[in-house]
């Protein structure tokens, strides 16, 4: 089955720098790759998206880049916010059923 | 759309009784999951349904869990007897063929 990889477990970043997120996966057959964002106590949410046929998809400033062929893609996340702190999981499956989740990423944006 | 919607938000029961958690999913999704979520473990795929049927059962811990889906609107999680180790959150979420996961918000579960 799917197994997916995801680092850093934690992420400590400066108001208004970058945070990277990346994952890697194991099955091939795998074609779709939702990033969701999950605040304390409260369920996760989708905040992108990306199908295997898109290289790069981008939604003001969150981006996502997927490489099949290394089989990894990351989250970009760029003038980082206070309110961008959560846990960050990205996940791998297909269209068709389930998806196998990461472990999740600690995102801390100090002030 | 009311979202995917989950009762009880909140219970609290002791080792040994049963436990049932439910699920009501976004009108017109076929595919219907169930997680569980703590702190060791993260996020795990316990069982998911599509159009009623279990299709991977494979997560589910042991005998103790079982999960039903009577109708395209309605699923149920099943503990019994629950354990201490059970306490986590479980969460619902369904979706379709086109669309992304949508989670419910979640059963927070502790057996004492």
């Known amino acids: 089955g799917e197994n997916v990889e995801q680092h850093p477990s934690t992420l400590s970043v400066q108001e208004g720098d970058s945070a990277v997120i990346k994952c890697t996966y194991s099955d091939s057959a795998s074609n779709y790759f939702p990033w969701y964002k999950q605040e304390l106590g409260k369920r996760p949410q989708l905040i992108i998206d990306i199908r295997s046929n898109v290289g790069e998809k981008k939604d003001q400033r969150i981006a996502v880049t997927l490489n099949k062929t290394a089989k990894h893609f990351s989250l970009h996340i760029t003038e980082t916010q206070p309110e961008d702190s959560a846990v960050y999981f990205c996940a791998a499956g297909d269209s068709w059923g389930k998806f196998q989740f990461g472990a999740g990423t600690q995102v801390v944006v100090t002030p | 759309d009311a979202g995917v919607i989950q009762s009880p938000r909140h219970e609290v029961t002791e080792m040994g009784q049963e436990v049932t958690l439910r699920c009501k999913p976004i009108s017109g999704h076929d595919y219907l999951f169930w997680y569980r979520q703590t702190m060791m473990r993260g996020l795990e795929l316990l069982i998911y349904?599509?159009?009623?049927?279990?299709?991977?059962d494979s997560g589910m811990p042991e005998d103790r869990f079982s999960a039903k889906m009577p109708n395209a609107s309605f699923s149920t999680l099943k503990i019994q007897p629950s354990e201490p180790r059970d306490s986590a959150v479980y969460f619902c979420?369904?979706?379709?063929?086109?669309?992304?996961?949508?989670f419910g918000p979640g059963t927070r579960l502790l057996v004492l």
């Open positions: 979420a369904s979706r379709t063929v086109q669309e992304t996961q949508y």
């Open positions: 349904f599509n159009n009623n049927v279990p299709i991977d």
